[in-house]
């Protein structure tokens, strides 16, 4: 059974940058089109930025030009390189396919942007 386990989050001031890891036990991240998801409190889960297999990527207006996602296809691992952190961005962040499926939501990883 393939899993998708999240690290690389944590606390950091506003400004700051964190770099996000998600790794995959079998051949997901580079078969499927992926992406970087998040919740924060009391709001819904949404998608901040997405990869396809061909490494054409795309972002959430709220992010674009501050967060990079990528891909190591040889290491199964995909990668959210967050920038320029703000208060806002504090969530629980997720990867999954894009469009995501049931079978691979992890736990998260928690990033918080405070002073």
């Known amino acids: 059974q393939v899993q998708l386990v999240e690290s690389g989050g944590g606390l950091v001031q506003p400004g700051g940058s964190l770099r996000l890891s998600c790794a995959a036990s079998?051949?997901?991240?580079?078969?499927?089109?992926m992406g970087w998801y998040r919740q924060a409190p009391g709001k819904q889960r949404e998608l901040v930025a997405a990869i396809t297999s061909g490494g054409v990527t795309n972002y959430a207006d709220s992010v674009k030009g501050r967060f990079t996602i990528s891909r190591n296809n040889a290491k199964n691992t995909m990668y959210l390189q967050m920038n320029s952190l703000k208060p806002e961005d504090t969530a629980l962040y997720y990867c999954n396919t894009e469009p995501p499926s049931i079978r691979y939501w992890g736990q998260g990883t928690q990033v918080t942007v405070s002073s």
């Open positions: 079998g051949s997901i991240v580079r078969s499927y089109a």
